[in-house]
Nanobody
């Protein structure tokens, strides 16, 4: 079984920074993509940043230039560095991964981590 465990959320003032981590564990042969989504109260879950193996990272317009997604392949861990945070970045942030297990591709979600930005 594959698990994604997020950490690094918390409360920060506007203009501050946080770094989220997502550690993947289990019988993963390879990782296709690792993404970060977020969901604010009363809103739909939205894609924030995506990193495809061998590809370039992509970002939503709302975070471009402020957030950076990266991955440590040796540790099977993805990161989301969030700078210049704004109150509208307040949401539960979810890690998502498409991975190959036993020759098949599966999709997994983390449990989410709360990010709160105060004004």
């Amino acid at each position: 079984q594959v698990q994604l465990v997020e950490s690094g959320g918390g409360l920060v003032q506007a203009g501050g920074s946080l770094r989220l981590s997502c550690a993947a564990s289990g019988s993963i042969s390879s990782t296709v993509t690792m993404d970060w989504y977020r969901q604010a109260p009363g809103k739909q879950r939205e894609l924030v940043a995506r990193l495809t193996t061998g590809g370039r990272p992509t970002y939503s317009d709302s975070v471009k230039g402020r957030f950076t997604i990266s991955r440590d392949n040796a540790k099977n861990t993805a990161y989301l560095q969030m700078n210049s945070l704004k109150p509208e970045d307040t949401a539960v942030y979810y890690c998502h991964a498409d991975v190959i297990v036993g020759g098949y591709q599966y999709s997994y979600w983390g449990q989410g981590t709360q990010v709160t930005v105060s004004s």
